[in-house]
């Protein structure tokens, strides 16, 4: 929390050196944001009220937030590029109905996130003249076989008894939502509350807003460490020069537990669980909804490109397209839709995102250590829990906010409070 009157004109002061050599360089950051450094001087000095390291949808949404609520200095410092991550490599899917059957902590959480998109996307639109184009216009779960079939009947059941919003489809009703589906289809569940969002463009929207309203974005600098004295914050140590802060916010992803929190803490336990998707160029086939099998999803642009994902790999920092993966996905999406068989891939990619031992995202305050806070973990949820994610940390930071969901997200579940150790 930052507590008591805000110094001015900042709190902080943050020092950038490069290196010599008399030369430009530009760190540019995603969708055309710039700042320019000159070799051999004092390259960046700024006073920050927030320092935000990570600066993808969860870092940008949480400095668009601080700026919404009336701080103007804040810093995001990028280990690469703004947005090109996990979040750039993202499906952009909306589904907390869809990926669950019970009523817990993490839904609630998911559809309350899902609720604010609307508004989230309305806003930013104002904000920046980007449409991010959001669909809510529901998602299909569909069964394949006899044994998919199976599922499906316990599956609406047990959603139903949880109060899930679903509606059971038979086949026939299945082809009235998307014509092109496999003829195998033997029924389907439809969830009326959930849909996609372009994620990329939610990106730029989001950098531009930082870019239009003195967001200072500072890239390819990573953060190894977090310096503490008489437990609290008062700076990171990065691959340049400290930069000094009073508060910072860990939105790091898959490389939290690069990050060293004070000397003896340990790191937060998050690994990088690798995703791999395949894009679909614009064609003939016209899908309007998210359309999940057990075996993959299908994702429509407005641009008539299909997106197909998504694998799950615990392969470390891996981020090469694997082939067989890609025959995987290729099963996948024929499955739902056989029109796809004959077409080859416009573009493969692979993403790494943030996993906690227990699935669920970190969210909060580091206790006894004044002014850290971490938001990650995400995990498959990055894109869907950007809104609440920033309204969280935002009252968390700024009006002491300490039981968010009873604490279910509370980074303090992976260590005791004794275990911190102070300067």
């Avoid at 669909?135 to 599956?155: M, S, Y």
């Avoid at 014509?179 to 389907?188: A, E, K, T, Y």
């Avoid at 992803?253 to 690798?274: E, V």
């Amino acid at each position: 929390m930052i507590s008591g009157p805000m110094p001015s004109p900042g709190i902080s002061v943050i020092v950038c050196f490069i290196n010599s050599e008399d030369r430009m360089f530009p760190l540019q950051s995603f969708y055309g944001l710039q700042t320019i450094f000159q070799k051999g001087q004092i390259a960046l000095t700024m006073i920050t009220d927030v320092l935000i390291v990570g600066g993808g949808v969860i870092g940008l949404s949480i400095a668009r937030e601080l700026h919404r609520r009336g701080i103007r200095k804040i810093t995001i410092v990028e280990k690469g590029r703004c947005g090109l991550e996990a979040s750039w490599a993202a499906a952009g899917m909306l589904a907390p109905n869809s990926e669950t059957e019970v009523v817990d902590d993490f839904y609630r959480l998911c559809n309350e996130s899902n609720s604010m998109y609307p508004g989230f996307a309305n806003c930013l639109m104002g904000e920046t003249g980007i449409d991010i184009e959001l669909d809510q216009n529901g998602t299909l779960f569909l069964g394949f076989t006899e044994e998919d079939e199976i599922k499906l009947a316990a599956r609406i059941q047990d959603q139903r008894k949880a109060g899930i919003d679903a509606i059971e489809l038979e086949r026939q009703e299945v082809f009235e939502f998307e014509p092109f589906l496999s003829p195998n289809v033997r029924g389907g569940i439809f969830y009326p509350s959930d849909g996609h969002v372009e994620n990329r463009k939610l990106l730029a929207a989001l950098c531009v807003f930082a870019k239009s309203n003195g967001i200072d974005i500072v890239e390819n600098i990573s953060v190894d460490s977090i310096k503490i004295e008489k437990g609290r914050v008062v700076a990171v140590s990065s691959s340049e020069e400290p930069f000094a802060a009073d508060v910072v916010v860990l939105a790091t992803g898959a490389w939290t537990s690069f990050i060293k929190l004070g000397p003896d803490l340990c790191r937060l336990p998050l690994k990088p669980i690798r995703g791999q998707m395949q894009c679909y160029p614009s064609g003939e086939i016209n899908v309007h909804h998210v359309v999940y099998s057990p075996r993959g999803y299908v994702v429509p642009r407005r641009d008539g490109r299909i997106l197909t994902g998504a694998t799950i790999g615990d392969v470390g920092f891996n981020k090469l397209v694997d082939p067989l993966e890609s025959v995987m996905l290729k099963r996948a999406a024929t499955e739902i839709i056989p029109a796809l068989s004959p077409l080859t891939p416009s573009g493969e990619w692979a993403g790494l995102r943030p996993f906690a031992p227990d699935g669920l995202p970190v969210i909060g305050k580091i206790e006894g250590l004044d002014g850290l806070f971490v938001a990650s973990g995400h995990y498959r949820n990055g894109i869907l829990l950007a809104p609440i994610t920033a309204k969280l940390m935002v009252e968390i930071i700024l009006d002491g906010s300490n039981q968010v969901f009873n604490g279910a997200f509370s980074p303090s579940r992976f260590w005791s409070k004794q275990n911190v150790t102070i300067n």
